[in-house]
Structures are given as C-alpha cells and as structure tokens.
C-alpha cells in the first residue's frame, strides 16, 4: 500500500552541481540527530521528536540556507505552547 504524503517545499541548494538536501514531508515525525546548527538548541536534544512547521517561517530557514549554505527547515515539537525554530535538514531522520 502507498501512502501519499504532503512533501515539504524547502529551498533546495546546489553547490558544485550537488543538489544537497533531502525530502522532508508533513505530519511525519523526524529524529533530531544533531543541534550543532540552526537555531535547534535550547529547545531540542538530540533524540526528541520534531515535526516539520506548517505555517509561514517568515523566510527564517531561507535565510539559515543562504547564510550556511546548508539546507534548513523550520521545524515544531508539537506541544503546542513551543515556538518555531530551524534545522538543517540533514540533522533529521525520518521515523518510521
């Protein structure tokens, strides 16, 4: 059975002809391997359960994309009372 899930459009970023990035989808839980980038820590460890933001960052994770040059999204840990923040892509893992 296939599942069709609603992918996330993240500002993908091409350097030296490598697209670098990977797809990330909605309402799917992500491990947080890593909080050395973004604006991750403080909010999150490594290990806890992050979800992919769906309203308006504002152009935040553009913004971390460019500056970085590592692709980042802006991501939520769903309690409803915690703020917004961005990661890179490449510091989440899909759960299964």
Do not use: C, W
């Not at 979800?51 to 460019?66: C, L």
């Not at 769903?78 to 990661?87: A, E, L, N």
């Amino acid at each position: 059975m296939v599942v069709n899930k609603k992918q996330v459009p993240y500002l993908s970023l091409i350097v030296d002809g490598k697209l670098l990035g990977k797809p990330l989808y909605y309402d799917t839980p992500y491990k947080v391997l890593s909080v050395e980038s973004g604006a991750a820590r403080g909010y999150v460890n490594v290990g806890d359960t992050v979800y992919i933001a769906e309203g308006y960052d504002y152009g935040v994770a553009k913004d971390d994309t460019i500056a970085t040059r590592i692709p980042h999204v802006t991501v939520t840990n769903r309690s409803g009372k915690d703020p917004d923040f961005t990661m890179a892509v490449d510091d989440l893992e899909e759960l299964l």
